[in-house]
């Protein structure tokens, strides 16, 4: 339940943006995986609101950071950031309410080639300005001219450490033999920092007239493939989304067991958060990424 005080502090916090929240028409929506959802009504159109503890407002600072970042790369409709605020043991980010459908081929498409143009936006340095999170994970983005060693200290390695404190040392013990290996991985590739979304799963994009609309990332400067590798994680993307981006940037050589690298980095995150199966599954892939 969002209290009467919460609302207030939503209205005024929106106020200081000039948009005039009507918190009497706010109305609960089926949850994402992490956040409460609403939806208000303001002068500016719907508005959409997530709600979580106020321990987390940072975590909402930096998404509308990353939502911004991705916006001035003008490639991807994103949500428009009004602003983020914490009142009364609620953190919240208020957004532009988008009508969102289950995105299609024309969408999808499009999102190939959108994505590939985000992917051009570069910058002289691995990571980002800020830390974020990853689900609520914590990512570290402290910058690195070298990608094998960004990805290593501030992506497996630090999920591996996670790991290791819950409990999950086989797995932690096994995850650091890949770190001799990792170069072997980036043989003969380049890779240049690009703009990513960062948490492109399935459950992160969608369609609204056609148009694909990106949201929740996880923003950060670092191998485009590794968008793509979580675009296969979990489903969710048609053949025409690969083809429209592969029309663009092309597959290199070895794309394939680095894409399975970076979807080892959000398999650790799946298991520091929800546990369960996730250690087996990483343990497959780091056996195999071993062996490769
Ligand atoms: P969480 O951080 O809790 O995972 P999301 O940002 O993924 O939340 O949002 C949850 C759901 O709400 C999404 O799957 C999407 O369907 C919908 N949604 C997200 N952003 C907007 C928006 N700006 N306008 C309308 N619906 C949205």
Redesign the pocket.
Known sequence: MIGRNVWDGVVSAAADHGVSVTADTARP?R?????A?WRVNSNAGTL?V?FNDAGRHDMFVAEAAGLAELAQANAVRV?DVICTGAVAKKSFLL????E?QAGRNTAARRLGSALASLHACQAKEFGWNRDNTIGTTTQINTPDKDWVSFFWRRRLAYQLDLARSAGARRLADLGVRLNERMPLFFSGVTVTPALLHGDLWG??W?SCDDQPVI??PAVYYGDPESDIAMTSLFGGFPPAFYDAYRAQRPDQPGGEQRRELYRLYHVLNHFNLFGGGYAAQAERMIKALLKE
Do not use: R
């Open positions: 929506l949850g994402g995986s992490i956040n959802a959409f997530k949500p957004l532009e309410f988008i969102l459950g992160n969608a949201f929740d």
